[in-house]
């Protein structure tokens, strides 16, 4: 129960010193009551030596080293939360190629490269979830005729008169509107974009009607970073 207690009081004491708005505690400032956690810790472990006799003064002196690390690093921990949570999304997004991984700090959307070579890119086009190759050699967005419908869009009535060249070939695509087109939290409407006949393209293309509208976008090794 003493180091449950201890653990305890470190913890409020973390708490209370990196709060900004805790204010006044019995009468003392914030950094008054934050100063004085430790000393009411150190006080609590040797009175419950002195008067319970359970512990040896060596063993309260080791217990009280290795709370006050724990303490530290916590501290640290919450200072740098924001580099921490940084970093940690951008390993998670080298273990998920594709995943559009937001950076806390800059709003930047950061994609790591598939392990084709390409960076294949999560995106949500009028809500549903479409999987895009990032292509600043097509002209256009690109969509195949699959993924246009399971956006929501009426292929039926299309007229499929613009000659393309696609990885499959040559083919025709018809020339649309995308109500709304997502990557990570960057979020465009009214996007022009092209939509191919059936089994012209197996993935759609993130082309440059969309990637024009970002303020800039930079490739650095199996990185791709997207500017708002």
Same mark, same amino acid.
């Given at each position: 129960?003493?180091?449950?207690?201890?653990?305890?009081?470190?913890?409020?004491?973390?708490?209370?010193?990196?709060?900004?708005?805790?204010?006044?505690?019995?009468?003392?400032?914030?950094?008054?009551?934050?100063?004085?956690?430790?000393?009411?810790?150190?006080?609590?472990?040797?009175?419950?030596?002195?008067?319970?006799?359970?512990?040896?003064?060596?063993?309260?002196?080791?217990?009280?080293?290795?709370?006050?690390?724990?303490?530290?690093?916590?501290?640290?921990?919450?200072?740098?939360?924001?580099?921490?949570?940084?970093?940690?999304?951008?390993?998670?997004?080298?273990?998920?190629?594709?995943?559009?991984?937001?950076?806390?700090?800059?709003?930047?959307?950061?994609?790591?490269?598939?392990?084709?070579?390409?960076?294949? =890119? $999560? /995106? %949500?086009?009028?809500?549903?979830? *479409? +999987?895009?190759?990032?292509?600043? &050699?097509?002209? !256009?967005?690109?969509?195949?005729?699959?993924?246009?419908?399971?956006?929501? =869009? $009426? /292929? %039926?009535?299309?007229?499929?008169? *613009? +000659?393309?060249?696609?990885?499959? &070939?040559?083919? !025709?695509?018809?020339?649309?509107?995308?109500?709304?087109?997502?990557?990570?939290?960057?979020? %465009?409407?009214?996007?022009?974009?092209?939509?191919?006949?059936?089994?012209?393209?197996?993935?759609?293309?993130?082309?440059?009607?969309?990637?024009?509208?970002?303020?800039?976008?930079?490739?650095?090794?199996?990185?791709?970073?997207?500017?708002?």
């Amino acid at each position: 129960m003493l180091f449950v207690a201890f653990a305890i009081l470190i913890v409020v004491g973390i708490a209370i010193a990196i709060s900004a708005d805790f204010g006044a505690l019995f009468g003392l400032t914030q950094g008054e009551t934050a100063r004085a956690i430790p000393l009411v810790v150190i006080g609590t472990l040797l009175a419950s030596a002195l008067v319970g006799r359970r512990h040896r003064l060596g063993e309260i002196i080791s217990a009280l080293a290795i709370w006050v690390a724990i303490g530290a690093v916590l501290l640290v921990g919450y200072t740098y939360r924001g580099e921490l949570q940084s970093v940690g999304q951008r390993v998670m997004g080298s273990l998920q190629p594709g995943a559009a991984i937001v950076d806390p700090q800059t709003g930047n959307v950061h994609v790591a490269r598939s392990f084709g070579g390409s960076f294949r =890119i $999560d /995106t %949500r086009i009028n809500g549903a979830e *479409v +999987p895009m190759i990032f292509d600043t &050699g097509a002209s !256009a967005v690109v969509l195949s005729l699959r993924d246009a419908e399971a956006a929501g =869009i $009426d /292929t %039926r009535s299309l007229s499929f008169t *613009v +000659p393309v060249q696609t990885a499959n &070939g040559t083919g !025709a695509a018809a020339p649309v509107r995308i109500d709304q087109l997502e990557v990570g939290n960057i979020v %465009r409407s009214n996007i022009r974009a092209f939509i191919v006949q059936d089994n012209a393209l197996d993935t759609s293309l993130l082309g440059m009607t969309f990637l024009e509208t970002l303020s800039r976008y930079t490739v650095s090794q199996d990185s791709l970073e997207l500017h708002d």
